[in-house]
């Protein structure tokens, strides 16, 4: 299969530390495939759903104690704490080996070790790293092979002394108590064991693609993020438009609308290339051109609907697995609350109980089937909306970049940014209430700058520093956009449609990109003039666009020290750019007559 001496070296130590019963490398063909997913039904890891309606779609369960990630056992280490930053949890790498390697030890015995070896971005492209993932879990594999591509293509392209990054993933006891998630940049390589749950247990992701990745950007000269691309066509162009928003706030979404009713006259349509991770460099034109190195969405499935997302629900029609959802015990199918149809009449929960719509807790609360974080693994292939650029090695050049989050208050619908490096401070002082995606108090606010607080490799005043850099050194950057869908009324209802409706301020964002639309100034950017947004076919309440475009500068105000505060942490690490940022915003909000 391969004649990587390292890479191989690398296996039998792994091997060694874990002591499973048997090796056994991946190649990615078809026969494999259905042999792992025999093995998979006959342990109960999966179960095979209804060949009819569901073809090669499979329901798995994760440990009730093992539905998210978890950013409290996630860790960078490196040799200097600087380097990992204010916001990372942080280990030495010599104590990180030895604490995972004592729950590593032995923790594969009866077990078998698959090989996967891995590519972000299409095999063979200068884009693309490679990855080798040790695993004992057939879901980890299976979902590999949907989320990145994988097999003997990549050992091939790998060569005999190729860099790779080395992944070691084992679930030992599940015990969330013996869980850790360890980063090694300066030795390529991660370390996860404890848990079989995405982010944490698909290495190519989260810790590959953008944990290690960003370490990497930031040497080589390029971006990683959090990031949805997608392509808005018509008239036979194609724009495209990277945005990143927190985890569970609407990237899956955006990156497959589909236009309402009211637009569909002027001929929209929106191309998906990916859904969470975007790689950016700059092309020979001096712009910035995107990649998705992901070759399948892991995408969340309540609320998912063939109102709120069709093409996404088209997508999982066929050889998808589903994460702990309802499970349909009498048709064999899947369901999930605000999904499609009716609840199912008999039917087990996420947990595997009998569950029926309208149980409630001993509180009167709901029974909730699905949990909120449960999840549809399917091909990017498989998307109605699919890009034709999603293999193309040089990626999408890139006009307009939108940032937001989940905000109850203060931010607008959208506003564009004066410059590069006010873009970066908008970007870097974005804050979103927090979602089933991550442990911790659900709905707080917190900063999660670029979307990237849980994901970025290195110490984060760096990476604001880094973000500069490229501006600079970029002759034609995008120009950079903020959004909130989250913004409620004072009955905390939201006051924006979302969802297609989107479409509305994409289509403004593309127009300030072409010198047109229309806009007002305020202290923190242009927002969209009185009747600039074409709201054709969508009537809202009296007085609602005023709500959501509203620039409340004494609010504004207070949320400046917050950013004031937020930056200390940065110490010196803050470059001085955005620093300026906040003076000038400081200076503009002053100079509102009250
Ligand atoms: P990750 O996969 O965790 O990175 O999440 P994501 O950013 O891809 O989020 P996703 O598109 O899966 O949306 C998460 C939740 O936000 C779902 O419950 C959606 O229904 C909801 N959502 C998405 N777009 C909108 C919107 O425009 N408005 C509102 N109100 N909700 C939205
Ligand atoms: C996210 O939480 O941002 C996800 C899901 O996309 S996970 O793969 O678990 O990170
Ligand atoms: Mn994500």
Request: charged share 25%.
């Given at each position: ?258 236009p309402p009713e009211g637009l569909k006259h002027k001929g929209y349509k929106i191309t998906t290339v990916g ?117 193309d090695p040089k990626g999408v050049p890139i006009d307009a970049m939108i940032f937001g989050g989940r905000r ?187």
């Open positions: 299969m391969t004649d990587h001496a390292k890479l191989k070296a690398w296996v039998d130590d792994m091997a060694q530390l874990c002591q499973p019963d048997e090796v056994v490398w991946l190649d990615g063909s078809e026969q494999e495939r259905k042999k792992l997913e025999d093995e998979a039904v006959t342990t109960g890891e999966l179960l095979r759903l209804n060949e009819e309606k569901l073809p090669g779609c499979f329901y798995h369960r994760t440990d009730p104690k093992d539905v998210a990630r978890v950013e409290n056992l996630t860790f960078i280490c490196t040799s200097k704490e600087e380097d990992a930053g204010p916001t990372n949890n942080w280990m030495k790498p010599s104590e990180g080996y030895a604490k995972a390697s004592e729950i590593f030890k032995d923790s594969m015995k009866g077990r078998t070790m698959y090989v996967i070896p891995f590519s972000m971005g299409p095999v063979g492209s200068s884009f693309s790293k490679i990855g080798v993932q040790l695993t004992d879990s057939i879901y980890v594999c299976l979902s590999m092979r949907i989320m990145t591509r994988m097999g003997q293509t990549v050992l091939d392209a790998l060569g005999s002394d190729g860099e790779f990054t080395k992944c070691l993933h084992g679930k030992a006891d599940l015990n969330p108590e013996r869980r850790l998630i360890l980063h090694f940049p300066e030795d390529n390589a991660i370390w996860s064991v404890g848990s079989g749950y995405g982010g944490n247990a698909l290495l190519g992701k989260k810790c590959l693609s953008l944990r290690i990745a960003s370490w990497l950007a930031k040497q080589e000269g390029w971006l990683a993020e959090h990031m949805l691309i997608l392509g808005l066509e018509k008239d036979g162009k194609t724009r495209y438009i990277t945005a990143a928003f927190p985890s569970a706030c609407g990237k899956t979404n955006l990156a497959m609308l589909i859904d969470d991770i975007a790689w950016l460099r700059q092309g020979p034109d001096g712009r910035l051109w995107a990649v998705n190195p992901e070759n399948g969405f892991f995408g969340v499935a309540p609320g998912t609907n063939s109102k709120s997302n069709p093409n996404a629900l088209a997508t999982a029609q066929k050889n998808t697995i589903f994460t702990n959802v309802v499970f349909d015990t009498e048709h064999k199918t899947v369901w999930w609350e605000d999904g499609e149809g009716e609840a199912p009449k008999q039917a087990l929960d996420w947990l595997g109980r009998p569950w029926k719509e309208g149980i409630t807790y001993e509180d009167g609360k709901p029974v909730k089937g699905a949990h909120p974080n449960s999840r549809f693994t399917s091909p990017i292939s498989q998307c109605p909306a699919a890009s034709n650029k999603i293999d109850a208050r203060l931010a607008p619908l959208v506003y564009e940014t004066l410059s590069w490096d006010h873009g970066v401070y908008a970007a870097a002082t974005v804050a979103s209430e927090r979602t089933a995606a991550q442990y911790g108090k659900q709905g707080e606010v917190r900063r999660d700058p670029m979307a990237m607080l849980p994901f970025c490799g290195y110490n984060m005043g760096d990476y604001f520093a880094h973000w500069i850099k490229m501006g600079k050194k970029t002759p034609k950057p995008p120009k950079i956009f903020h959004v909130n869908w989250f913004r409620r009324d004072k009955d905390n209802k939201f006051l924006w449609p979302g969802f297609g409706e989107n479409l509305r301020v994409l289509e403004w964002v593309i127009e300030r990109c072409e010198g047109k639309g229309e806009a007002e100034e305020t202290p923190i950017g242009f927002v969209p003039k009185k009747g600039a947004l074409d709201m054709t076919g969508l009537d809202l309440p009296e007085g609602t666009m005023e709500q959501v475009l509203e620039v409340n500068p004494e609010e504004w105000k207070a949320e400046l020290e917050d950013h004031k505060k937020f930056f200390e942490k940065f110490g010196s690490k803050l470059p001085k750019e955005l620093r300026e940022q906040l003076t000038a915003l400081e200076e503009r909000l002053a100079a509102v007559p009250a």
